[in-house]
């Protein structure tokens, strides 16, 4: 079965910078999916960015402008590089798999809690003051 798998979370201080990786396993076709970066806070879940697999990207308003998600293909992985982080940015980070149309697609499903199908069990990020 397909499989997704975050590495990279920890703990940092605010202003600071992290990257997160997820390495899909056992998915046939990488390219022809679309990826998302998803925090949790409690039970509240954002999608915070999306890459199409155009390599098209969609972000949410709080991540805007800090946060890149970029894909490799040649090596089933995805990223996302979070600068300026703050303390607001401290959730749990999932990485998420599913093939959409477009990356707004993507997002709205987010939002919807309709999908994706494919969800990684997540790394802890911590941004202290």
């Known amino acids: 079965l397909p499989e997704l798998v975050e590495s990279g979370g920890g703990s940092v201080q605010a202003g600071g910078s992290l990257r997160l990786s997820c390495t899909a396993h056992?998915?046939?076709?990488?390219?022809?999916?679309?990826f998302a970066w998803v925090r949790q806070v409690g039970k509240e879940r954002e999608g915070i960015a999306v890459i199409h697999s155009s390599g098209n990207t969609v972000y949410s308003d709080s991540v805007k402008g800090r946060f890149t998600i970029s894909r490799d293909n040649a090596k089933n992985t995805l990223l996302l590089e979070m600068k300026y982080l703050k303390p607001e940015d401290t959730g749990m980070y999932y990485c998420?798999?599913?093939?959409?149309?477009?990356?707004?697609?993507?997002?709205?499903?987010?939002?919807?809690?309709?999908?994706?199908?494919?969800w990684g069990p997540g790394t802890q990020v911590t941004v202290s003051s």
């Open positions: 998420a798999a599913d093939t959409y149309a477009r990356a707004n697609s993507m997002m709205a499903d987010l939002e919807s809690g309709r999908g994706p199908e494919y």
């Open positions: 056992d998915f046939l076709t990488f390219s022809s999916f679309s």
